[in-house]
């Protein structure tokens, strides 16, 4: 439950331009306002709107107002080889390390073929997707994963240990639309199950545990336990493996020891850690022979036979870009709710939040 | 269900030198009958007897035997920089040519940091951790993935396009033992479904598809029909991804185009596709201070609560660290139809295959 499907609509750059405003006034300089902006609306505008202004804006301002994430980026590279670095972020906003971890990913990929890059001490970076993008136009395969507060415990556990630790790749395509894979590694949200227990509707089979760590279709049970990995203990193994880079090899924060890095945490920072990676396709493989082949086997996917009941195969990723076409062309949804805070953020800051 | 319960059992080292026999004389050199050995008698070590002599070792003497793997290596390194290579395999050896994709990675690694390295035209290279734990004795994190025939729909599909296509990583601990995860991309493999289509033994829900695409707890209907990918439409991304990179980016099969690699298929050349990676933990961090911190994570997991009926929580291959100790101690267990095939090839190969 990513997307948004109904709300009053903005067009994208109307909300661009306030955002960036927005962010000015709280200190965040010019450059920094244009990126976090980017970010949050290109997440919107694919329908990810979990990372857009809709439900990130009020708490990277909150969070910024309190001082518990800075305004002022102050990024140091710590330590840089032919083709890796680790830059201490300094709780600078997560987006800004981010640009730079994966912009110094993709220059040494161009001249060692890869590069695997990480920043420490970090923020919420927004969409793992849109960093792994990042290395699209550079004829790159792009990768990026993040740590997470924990939501999930390691089988066998009850206790919540992992974030859902997401992570993206991205593949280049030719004439078809590039392959984006983002994804949490928990099965579900915690949103999905907030919306079953709303609607006292059961769970499917594999989304959750309760606290004693038994498997539950109850949703009210799970919104005290667990969710759960995908692929159970291989999820969990995932999961781990996500905050080994990212946590602990970086020497951020992890697991249980996240003070929670949203609206529940207002009072500490979340030193998050990143990885970012790019692989140079002309390492391997001229660059339009490898698109080439990709669309092939794209449309070969497309064109395979559906099961029953379904119109359309979709390759990771096609989803949003439909969405960000239509989005485009119609705006984007922001809901009755989320507009009355953003009157208010408006009011408080002297930028009025436009009118639809 | 990789691991073998009941057998005869056979000490590793007998077995070991039985094995090396048999592949030198079909051809094999010794340094790469060693080699191949290693990997297969490791995996029996481990439990993961899918991948060890049990279930390996009459394949792959049948394909070489029939001339559609050779026993001679052959292998070029056709690209090359700084921190990637891609060797083509020239149809040797899959483990043959792993030994050295991963050598380079780890030799790359040492200078550069990180490397990325892929074989092309290659065979079944045996377990992906294999690969991913030589790396631990460098004090880097390992990778590896290799793509396979097809056994998975995408999402919304009902034609197989996309292998188990597993991967590995492997992460270096100081005192506790290291993290070593190895992963098929489907929920459960082929042989969890034969075993509760031979007992009438309804499966598990999320396990597999019907040939119409419907998810199905019959085992009859999911022997026609496909595997189900970890978490959905996730999984099915996962294997995309490693489709690309393995098949598609190194100029190798891919997805629905692979005639089959083990023993359903003896005529054609396998074509496989496998990357390799390895991250050099000290352009991170100091190795001692990494694998303390690992060692922390590990012990607090295993220290956290347990869900109810449970007595223990492992870590990522801590079960097979704990298989290949006991097996070291009593031996690895061969079925018995198995042991009178390993008495049939000693007798055409004149090598008999040893007492227990």
Redesign the interface.
Same mark, same amino acid.
């Not at 602990?248 to 020497?251: K, N, V």
């Given at each position: 439950m990513a997307g948004v499907d109904s709300g009053i609509m903005f067009p994208a750059l109307r909300l661009r331009e306030w955002t960036q405003e927005i962010l000015q006034r709280i200190g965040v300089s010019q450059d920094d306002a244009v990126l976090l902006t980017d970010s949050m609306i290109e997440a919107n505008l694919r329908g990810v709107d979990t990372h857009g202004i809709t439900r990130m804006l009020c708490v990277y301002v909150e969070r910024i107002q309190k001082g518990v994430m800075s305004a002022k980026t102050h990024l140091a590279v710590v330590?840089d080889?032919?083709?890796?670095a680790?830059i201490d972020c300094h709780n600078s906003i997560g987006q800004v390390g981010a640009a730079m971890a994966m912009q110094m990913a993709i220059d040494k990929a161009h001249?060692?073929?890869?590069?695997?890059t990480?920043v420490a001490h970090s923020n919420h970076y927004g969409a793992a997707a849109y960093w792994a993008m990042k290395a699209l136009p550079e004829g790159m395969?792009g990768f990026s994963s993040t740590n997470a507060p924990a939501a999930a415990?390691?089988?066998?556990?009850?206790?919540p240990?992992f974030g859902t630790n997401p992570f993206a790749?991205a593949?280049p395509a030719g004439k078809e639309l590039p392959?984006v894979?983002d994804?949490a590694?928990t099965?579900v949200a915690r949103g999905r199950i907030v919306l079953h227990a709303k609607q006292n509707k059961p769970l499917e089979?594999?989304w959750a545990?309760d606290d004693?760590?038994?498997p539950t279709l109850d949703p009210h049970a799970a919104m005290k336990g667990l969710l759960a990995p995908?692929? +159970?203990?291989?999820?969990? +193994?995932?999961m781990?493996?996500v905050?080994?880079?990212c946590g602990?090899?970086?020497?951020s924060n992890? +697991?249980?020891h996240f003070p929670g890095f949203l609206a529940e945490n207002m009072t500490e920072p979340t030193d998050v850690g990143s990885v970012f990676?790019a692989?140079?396709?002309e390492?391997?493989?001229e660059l339009p022979?490898?698109t080439a082949?990709?669309d092939r086997?794209i449309r070969?996917?497309k064109a395979?036979?559906?099961?029953? +009941?379904?119109n359309?195969?979709?390759?990771?990723g096609e989803i949003e870009f439909d969405t960000k076409s239509e989005r485009l062309a119609k705006g984007i949804p922001i809901p009755e709710a989320v507009v009355q805070d953003f009157i208010e953020l408006g009011k408080q800051l002297r930028v009025p939040f436009p009118k639809p």
């Open positions: 330590r080889k032919a083709s890796t680790l001249r060692t073929g890869v590069a695997f990480a395969i415990a390691p089988t066998g556990g009850r206790t240990m790749i593949i392959f894979l994804l590694t099965v089979p594999g545990f004693r760590g038994l995908i692929g +159970g203990y291989k999820g969990y +193994g995932i781990l493996a905050d080994c880079l602990l090899l970086t020497g992890y +697991g249980m990676a692989i140079n396709v390492s391997f493989m022979e490898f082949a990709i086997a070969e996917i395979s036979n559906k099961a029953e +009941g379904v359309r195969i979709y390759i990771p």
